[in-house]
């Protein structure tokens, strides 16, 4: 492409920071995702236009161009890191952060946070941040406190299947419940991934993703589609009998609820039970920290706060009224 932008053109400018703007919102460095024509044509604007197909070529790596309309497949996308540090640094801008609406801010200094709840979820827009940045906009309406339920998924789902009756050992799952960072990085370094990305190749398989090169599959997108990769995921031990206790829990799960005979617990369903089991905690605290008048911003299994909070407390709160035993990690911002 010979076009080049006039970046001391207000237009341009303007356009480039919403491109750089989404980039920083949905795509962070070595991330693939989806990117729907419709966001596009938001943030880039019409892409059949010579600017937004600079930007597109520019600052983004088609890395898997198969689509359908009547699925909604899109294509996966990954920013071209260097591409976009160039661009930032031609608009005369060291660190880029989005623009924080004023009704974000508002709602952070009262307090009153307003949530779009979906699938037992709550949803608001400062959760798509980058955390660097999120982090600073709490910091500075005074959420000091960061808190995370310790290994959430596993711990809650392996939990609900005992309360049922599940008794099958689960020495891998036990192991990394107990010690996640450990497991982590034994498996980063066998498999030369980050630790990052093993934690969400193993949230996956937990919640019923398959290890394969479907193009459609979040973990081969998680290895950028590498087929190597694949295959040495497949053939870790470890991993092989993680998959096997999770097969083993979820079959008893199955047998405990109220489903046709034949009919698969797929990989929705088990997100769906997760979620379920995710809010009645998340209920539970959230009725704790109104309780303590503590203001606090939600974020699915975790919460920045303005005040401290008694863990122990908050924790025995929560087993005593949901049965759930979890753990808490916590962050003070400085």
């Given at each position: 492409?010979?076009?080049?932008?006039?970046?001391n053109?207000?237009r341009?400018?303007?356009?480039?920071?919403?491109?750089?703007?989404?980039?920083?919102?949905?795509?962070?460095?070595?991330?693939v995702r989806?990117?729907a024509?419709?966001?596009?044509?938001?943030?880039?604007?019409?892409?059949a236009?010579p600017?937004?197909q600079?930007?597109?070529t520019?600052?983004?790596?088609?890395?898997?161009?198969?689509?359908?309309?009547?699925?909604?497949?899109?294509?996966?996308?990954?920013?071209?890191?260097?591409?976009?540090?160039?661009?930032?640094q031609?608009?005369?801008?060291?660190?880029?952060?989005?623009?924080?609406k004023?009704?974000?801010?508002?709602q952070?200094?009262?307090?009153?946070?307003e949530?779009?709840?979906?699938?037992?979820?709550?949803?608001?827009?400062?959760q798509?941040?980058?955390?660097r940045?999120?982090?600073?906009?709490?910091?500075?309406?005074?959420?000091?406190?960061?808190?995370?339920?310790?290994c959430?998924?596993?711990t809650?789902?392996?939990?609900?299947a005992?309360?049922?009756g599940?008794?099958?050992?689960?020495?891998?799952?036990?192991?990394?419940?107990?010690?996640?960072?450990?497991?982590?990085?034994?498996?980063?370094?066998?498999?030369?991934?980050?630790?990052?990305t093993?934690?969400k190749?193993?949230?996956?398989?937990?919640?019923?993703?398959?290890?394969?090169?479907?193009?459609?599959?979040?973990i081969?997108?998680?290895?950028?589609?590498?087929?190597?990769?694949?295959?040495?995921?497949?053939?870790?031990?470890?991993?092989?009998?993680?998959?096997?206790?999770?097969?083993?829990?979820?079959?008893?799960?199955?047998?405990?609820?109220?489903?046709n005979?034949?009919?698969?617990?797929n990989a929705?369903?088990?997100?769906?039970i997760?979620?379920?089991?995710e809010?009645?905690v998340r209920?539970?605290?959230?009725?704790?920290?109104?309780?303590?008048?503590n203001?606090?911003?939600?974020?699915?299994?975790?919460?920045?706060?303005?005040?401290?909070?008694?863990?122990?407390?908050?924790?025995?709160?929560?087993?005593?009224?949901?049965?759930?035993?979890?753990?808490?990690?916590?962050?003070?911002?400085?």
């Amino acid at each position: 492409m010979t076009y080049t932008p006039n970046f001391n053109d207000p237009r341009i400018r303007s356009r480039c920071l919403q491109a750089l703007e989404f980039i920083d919102l949905y795509l962070k460095p070595g991330e693939v995702r989806p990117v729907a024509q419709t966001q596009f044509t938001r943030y880039w604007g019409n892409t059949a236009r010579p600017l937004a197909q600079y930007l597109k070529t520019h600052l983004l790596e088609c890395v898997d161009s198969h689509w359908n309309m009547a699925t909604g497949q899109c294509k996966r996308y990954r920013q071209r890191v260097e591409s976009v540090k160039d661009l930032k640094q031609q608009l005369g801008l060291i660190n880029l952060e989005p623009a924080v609406k004023q009704a974000t801010l508002d709602q952070l200094a009262t307090g009153q946070i307003e949530y779009k709840e979906q699938g037992h979820r709550l949803y608001h827009e400062l959760q798509n941040y980058p955390k660097r940045v999120k982090r600073t906009i709490l910091a500075r309406a005074g959420y000091d406190y960061e808190y995370d339920i310790r290994c959430c998924a596993q711990t809650l789902i392996l939990q609900h299947a005992r309360q049922m009756g599940f008794a099958h050992p689960t020495p891998h799952l036990d192991q990394y419940i107990e010690d996640r960072t450990e497991v982590r990085q034994q498996l980063s370094e066998q498999l030369e991934l980050d630790t990052q990305t093993i934690k969400k190749i193993l949230h996956a398989l937990l919640t019923g993703a398959q290890i394969s090169t479907r193009y459609n599959g979040n973990i081969y997108a998680y290895v950028n589609f590498n087929r190597f990769m694949i295959n040495q995921l497949k053939q870790n031990t470890w991993i092989q009998q993680y998959q096997q206790e999770l097969r083993l829990m979820w079959k008893f799960i199955r047998s405990k609820r109220s489903m046709n005979k034949g009919q698969r617990l797929n990989a929705k369903m088990k997100s769906e039970i997760y979620r379920e089991l995710e809010a009645q905690v998340r209920k539970m605290i959230q009725r704790y920290l109104k309780k303590t008048k503590n203001q606090h911003f939600f974020e699915h299994d975790g919460w920045s706060a303005r005040k401290a909070v008694d863990i122990r407390e908050l924790v025995h709160n929560v087993k005593r009224t949901t049965g759930f035993v979890i753990g808490i990690d916590w962050t003070i911002y400085e």
